[in-house]
């Protein structure tokens, strides 16, 4: 049951409800903080939406209702200043299919995609799905956060590079790209002829708050045209497994290769899901600001543990965090043996580092810390670390 007096802090026990993140480490102690979702119930606005729609009793096929495309443009205006029109909008029912069909849509043969690295790991994965080959290039590190590499993507961006695959804010980083940043890389894909598809799932989760998303598509009509940018209320809201997602794409050759790619292997959206983003979209209460405060809470004090193995997180519940100094051949397995479930670093293509997922009740999180703190000390006592 969900206690509304005790709200983020509340322990909702998961076991039981085949929750992958909890299910993984099913009859041990070991205690999950990897896959990206969030140890809360999702807002009692949303659990209203659905148990209305399910009162109804007929669950069939659905178009896409006219509230939620309505919810959506309100939303993508009022939070992130971009005015998009119906036509452009391509509903899903994950952000990841996007991310497959956007490679199929702008697929030309013998071409490749531009990665930057390390990233949320299904995104290496498209270009083999498209028939294309991937050229990955390392974000690079400044003391305070991670970068693209312009010069390197330059030298490595081929002839025959079609697609760029941007995440921003950034899965697993914690970067929200600031204009500067953003006008470079729309820049550097118009001088090199490239689409973008830009997964923007995390934009309602930006911690910083000096810092606010800008999607990227916005900038100009130049790059709009060549963008194909996808949303979802998964995150924010902790829905994913409702799936319900949205692409953006001002383009209409472009929107009808995207259409084409979808046909057939991608199935619609079901009503309980449609409900839900409805009512997550159309949110302006004081859920969303107080759950950031939360998790404003819960990374402070990851980060008096872990120090400089973590650039600040801007954006997202989710730390990426360097333990190459430790020199262990596999941190995952070193800290589950620690009881702490985290993420390896080596699947989104930086081995030596882990992503810890801090969307969770406070009290839970400080047991994470204490078994992090442990694994830390023991790695240093061993002679690991210096
Ligand atoms: C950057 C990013 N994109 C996409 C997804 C997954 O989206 P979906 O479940 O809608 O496919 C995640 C989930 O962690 C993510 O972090």
């Not at 729609?53 to 007929?58: D, N, S």
């Not at 911690?207 to 209320?233: F, G, K, M, V």
Request: aromatic content about 10%; charged content about 20%; overall charge negative.
């Amino acid at each position: 049951m969900i206690d509304a007096e005790a709200g983020f802090d509340q322990e909702i026990d998961r076991r039981g409800t085949f929750a992958s993140k909890w299910e993984k480490y099913r009859g041990t102690d070991i205690l999950p903080f990897w896959v990206a979702d969030m140890d809360f119930a999702a807002p009692p606005f949303i659990l209203r939406a659905v148990e209305a729609r399910l009162r109804h009793g007929i669950l069939g096929y659905t178009e896409t209702p006219d509230d939620l495309v309505t919810a959506f443009q309100n939303w993508l205006q009022r939070r992130h200043g971009w005015t998009v029109p119906t036509q452009w909008l391509v509903w899903l029912p994950g952000v990841v299919p996007g991310l497959n069909l956007a490679a199929k849509a702008v697929a030309a043969t013998g071409g490749s995609i531009l990665i930057p690295t390390p990233v949320y790991h299904p995104f290496l994965r498209v270009p083999a799905h498209a028939d294309q080959a991937s050229i990955k290039v390392q974000l690079a590190r400044s003391h305070t956060r991670w970068e693209m590499d312009f010069d390197a993507l330059g030298e490595a961006c081929g002839r025959d590079t079609r697609l760029f695959l941007l995440s921003n804010p950034q899965n697993p980083t914690g970067r929200a790209y600031t204009l500067s940043e953003l006008t470079a890389l729309a820049d550097f894909c118009l001088e090199h002829d490239l689409y973008l598809c830009s997964d923007e799932i995390h934009c309602d989760l930006v911690l910083d708050e000096n810092t606010s998303h800008i999607p990227i598509a916005s900038l100009s009509p130049e790059i709009a045209q060549r963008t194909i940018s996808l949303y979802a209320a998964n995150k924010t809201y902790n829905i994913p497994g409702l799936g319900c997602a949205v692409a953006v794409i001002p383009n209409a050759k472009l929107r009808a290769n995207f259409l084409g790619a979808r046909e057939g292997l991608v199935h619609g959206i079901g009503p309980r899901a449609f409900a839900a983003s409805a009512a997550a979209f159309a949110d302006t209460s004081q859920w969303l600001p107080e759950l950031l405060e939360y998790l404003r809470g819960n990374r402070q004090r990851l980060q008096q543990l872990v120090g400089k193995r973590m650039t600040p997180v801007e954006a997202t519940y989710l730390a990426w965090i360097d333990l190459r100094d430790l020199s262990i051949d596999n941190p995952g397995g070193y800290l589950e043996s620690y009881g702490l479930g985290l993420s390896d670093g080596l699947i989104f293509g930086g081995p030596g580092y882990v992503r810890f997922n801090f969307a969770c009740p406070r009290a839970l999180m400080e047991r994470g810390l204490q078994r992090f703190e442990h694994a830390l000390n023991a790695g240093h006592e061993e002679g690991r670390g210096d």
